[in-house]
């Protein structure tokens, strides 16, 4: 269930994003928090951006989870996330971690067990 939604600048320094995306898919897993086949995580690029008043590079990471995790365990995901992030983005100036809880009563979701069958076909 855990949802990473990462917004960055599009900038020429970032390197390919599916690698920072398993990076952050190995760092949250291995917190034992959350669970590996449970991760999504998807990332979108600002071509127009701004950071404190000029166009400096940044990743910004939404990780959304059920209510129920203690302090104790969102710190440790917010912390591995952002040490991964700083080890594979060393120039991006700003790195951020929002850590939110998601009401469970209210979080709705259907999942399939195989991709429908036109997936499939393609």
């Known amino acids: 269930m855990p949802h990473i939604v990462c917004h960055y600048s599009a900038s020429p320094d970032m390197p390919p994003i599916l690698d920072v995306m398993l990076g952050l898919h190995h760092a949250a897993a291995s917190t034992g928090v959350v669970q590996a086949d ?34 104790e365990q969102k710190e440790r995901l917010s912390i591995a996330l952002r040490q991964e992030l700083a080890e594979l983005l060393p120039g991006i100036t700003s790195i951020s971690i929002d850590v939110r809880d998601m009401d469970p009563q209210a979080y709705k979701k259907r999942l399939l067990d195989s991709p429908p069958r036109s997936a499939r076909q393609a």
């Open 38 to 71: 449970d991760l999504k995580i998807r990332a979108l690029p600002f071509s127009d951006y701004l950071v404190a008043g000029e166009e400096r590079s940044f990743f910004h990471i939404s990780l959304y989870l059920l209510a129920g995790r203690t302090p």
